[in-house]
Each structure stands twice: as structure tokens, then as C-alpha cells.
């Protein structure tokens, strides 16, 4: 049997820093409570009133094959809502619907990239990145952002790394960082990408997320326009991870080129399911606003939590469900913390070298428990940190 180059080496291979994850699941399955700080899945489900415009649409028949760019409805819905976030004419013509942001993540690399190109990506990065770029047979390659500049990406050192690109992807308000990246960043970025003729590829995901700052989309920029792919997703706005909806937005030419993609792959997304996006799109902001607030909530928390001590320190919190923490000072790696708290106190978080070498010495806390068990975990996250910390110095 000879499977090709391209799937078997997907995924880059190596410890990826997931046995934490992976560990947990074990324990859980063997019947021990394990606190759960992990991955990005809310702690909600998906809003009754959506389920129910969903069931009617089905009912109703939308569930033969829909039309493979999208139903008019959620084209214009999505172009729509762009359009008023940004000021940027949108129309229906410069949106396909995805089966998710995953799927929208390599059909815009497909589009970006001839086999061989580079594909940049930023350290620490969401899981899929790497192997997405590869996937589309391009070459990834990443660059990382500093903890020492709060992981805001640098435009002097993706310039430096950028020979050979095609793409860059980007992704404000960020996972696993929290970070947004400022107009001064994305202006940079824009300049870089519109003299090296680079495509950007914004996911965006995460922008109903803000809680500190604003999120700016890179195709607001001026000639950014023809330069950008905007990845679009209703999986953290309106807590639909499973309905498997998204988007990408961007020139006419190259959403024309896209839909013949995904005439040849996807084959389009359940019209039940579109129905469902759009009524959730135009419901107004109370839908997103509940599906947001839990984060708000649980991110002051923290602040609060994390004001109390100085072992800890926490990268600014400015958007998405997660919190980048620093336990540099404890002395150890972030694996071999996340490694020690799973054992002593059952509580299970990803280290931050599961995101990237950039995140090394950091773990990445999901904000996805109720309040109350968030803030006790996070309080014996604390603790735990600081009692390594005195035992290192000790030593
Ligand atoms: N981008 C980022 C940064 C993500 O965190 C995720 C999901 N965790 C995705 C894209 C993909 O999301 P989906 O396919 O569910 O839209």
C-alpha cells in the first residue's frame, strides 16, 4: 500500500504536545473528575430559537442538496453583515459558505498557494494551521510572535521569513493568545502583504469576542481589498461548533474559483443548516451577546484572580475563550506543568508548546467551566505555580 506524501505527512509528526489532552480524556473515561480547561468548546449548546428555525427548514424540505456557494439567504446575510462591521462593499458574489471555518482555512490556501509556495503562519498557532497549509501542498512555514511583545506579530520578522510566500494567515482576536492585534500590527502587515504580494488570509472567527480594544478586519485596509480572504465561522459567535457553518470572503475571481473547489469537494453545506446561520445572523445581537458573555464574565474573573499573586503572569486578555498564561517562573516547561497540575490537582490545561515553540514555558486555559469552578481552578492554578515557584528557589 502507498498512500501519498501529502496525507502521511500532514500533521508534521513529533510530540505535539497533546498527551496532556489526551491523558485527561483517559482519566475522565476511567471515571475520575478531571477539571477541564482545555479546548475551545462552550459550555452552552446551541440557542433553542436556532434548533427551532433549523427543524423548520428541514421539515419545510431544505434537505436536499443545496446550492453549492451558499443559499442566496446566507450570501447576502454574511455580505450584509460584513459590510455593516467593516464600511467594505460586500455582495453576495464575494461570499462562499464552508462547511466551517476549518474547511474555509484550506480551500483559502488552495486558492492562495501553487504546490511548493510558502504558506506563513504565526507562532503560537490553532492546532489545524500547520497541517492545513501543507494540505493544500504548500509549504508551511511559521514565525513566531514574542511573549516580550504580548504576541502581537512582528512585520520586520515575517518580512525576514517571508521569501517564497504566497499567504499569510493571521488571526485576531487570537487563539491560543487572546490577543487582538492592533491597527498599528495590521497596518504593517497590510504593507507587507500588499509589497510582496502576499495573500492575507484573516481568520476571524473569534470577532464577536472583544472584550478589550477593537477588532479590526485587514480587509478594511487601504488596497487590502484584493489582497485578503476573510475566514468567516458561526462555531464560537452562536456556540454551533457541530453545525459545521462558515465562510470566506473575498475578491469576485477568486470566490468564482472557490466555489469550483468546493463543487469538487464539500458539495455545499445543508440548506437546513444555512437557514438556521441566517435566521442567527439577523436575530440581532442578544444571541451572540449570550454565547459571549460567559467569556466576558469569566476573563474579569481572572484578572481578578491572577491580581492577587505574581507567579503567574497573564498575556492581555483581550478577545476569544481562552487565557495565555506565563509559569515561566514555577521553573518549569509548559508541558511539565500542565503535566504536574493534571497529577496533583486533577485540572487539565493545554501547555503552551502544543500551540508552538513561541508559547514554550505558557499554558493555555479554556474559559469554558462555570463561573464558580473556573475561579476555583484558576485559583489552584495559582497556587500551584506558587508552590513550585518556592520550591525551585529553595532548591
Ligand atoms: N480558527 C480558529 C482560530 C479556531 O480556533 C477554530 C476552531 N477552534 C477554527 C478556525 C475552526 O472553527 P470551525 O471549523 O468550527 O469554524
Redesign the pocket.
Known amino acids: 500500500m502507498k498512500l501519498s506524501h501529502r496525507i502521511t505527512h500532514l500533521t508534521g509528526g513529533g510530540s505535539d504536545g497533546w498527551d496532556v489532552f489526551y491523558r485527561a480524556r483517559r482519566m475522565i473515561a476511567e471515571g475520575q473528575a478531571v477539571t477541564e480547561l482545555t479546548?475551545?468548546e462552550h459550555d452552552i449548546r446551541t440557542h433553542p430559537s436556532i434548533l427551532a428555525e433549523m427543524d423548520r427548514s428541514a421539515r419545510s424540505g431544505h434537505t436536499g442538496y443545496a446550492m453549492v456557494p451558499g443559499t442566496d439567504l446566507l450570501r447576502d446575510t454574511v455580505a450584509a453583515r460584513i459590510q455593516l462591521r467593516t464600511g467594505v462593499p460586500t455582495t453576495r458574489n464575494n461570499v462562499l459558505i464552508t462547511?466551517?471555518?476549518?474547511?474555509?482555512?484550506f480551500a483559502a490556501h488552495m486558492a492562495a498557494c501553487e504546490p511548493g509556495d510558502v504558506g506563513l503562519y504565526l507562532d503560537p498557532f490553532?492546532?489545524?494551521?500547520p497541517g492545513t497549509i501543507r494540505g493544500a501542498g504548500a509549504v508551511a512555514r511559521a514565525v513566531k510572535t514574542r511573549a516580550e511583545d504580548a504576541f502581537q506579530p512582528n512585520a520586520r520578522l515575517i518580512a525576514e521569513k517571508a521569501d517564497g510566500a504566497a499567504s499569510l494567515l493571521i488571526?485576531t482576536p487570537?487563539?491560543?493568545t487572546g490577543v487582538v492585534y492592533s491597527r498599528e500590527t495590521l497596518n504593517e502587515i497590510a504593507n507587507l502583504c500588499r509589497q510582496r504580494d502576499i495573500w492575507l488570509i484573516s481568520?476571524e472567527?473569534?470577532d464577536t469576542q472583544v472584550w478589550d480594544g477593537e477588532h479590526i478586519s485587514p480587509r478594511v485596509l487601504p488596497g487590502m481589498v484584493d489582497h485578503t480572504l476573510v475566514?468567516?465561522?458561526?462555531?464560537?459567535s452562536h456556540a454551533?461548533?457541530g453545525s459545521?457553518?462558515?465562510w470566506i470572503v473575498g475578491p469576485e475571481e477568486a470566490i468564482q474559483h472557490l466555489i469550483n473547489l468546493a463543487t469538487h469537494t464539500t458539495y455545499g453545506v445543508p440548506g437546513f443548516i444555512q437557514d438556521a446561520a441566517s435566521y442567527a445572523l439577523t436575530a440581532g445581537s442578544d444571541l451572540e451577546e449570550e454565547v459571549a458573555a460567559p467569556f466576558r464574565r469569566r476573563r474579569e474573573l481572572a484578572i481578578q484572580v491572577l491580581s492577587k499573586q505574581n507567579t503567574v503572569g497573564l498575556i492581555p486578555a483581550q478577545g476569544?475563550m481562552y487565557l495565555m498564561l506565563d509559569v515561566r517562573a514555577t521553573g518549569y516547561s509548559g508541558e511539565g506543568f500542565a503535566n504536574a497540575l493534571l497529577d496533583s490537582h486533577s485540572i487539565a490545561v493545554m501547555p503552551g508548546e502544543s500551540f508552538g515553540d513561541a508559547a514554550a514555558g505558557h499554558i493555555r486555559v479554556a474559559m469554558t467551566i462555570d463561573d464558580e469552578r473556573f475561579e476555583a481552578a484558576l485559583k489552584t492554578v495559582c497556587e500551584f505555580a506558587t508552590y513550585l515557584a518556592n520550591r525551585s528557589a529553595a532548591e
Open positions: 479546548i475551545g462547511p466551517g471555518g476549518q474547511a474555509a482555512l490553532y492546532a489545524t494551521y488571526n487570537n487563539n491560543p481568520d472567527v473569534y475566514i468567516g465561522s458561526m462555531s464560537k454551533m461548533t459545521r457553518c462558515g476569544a
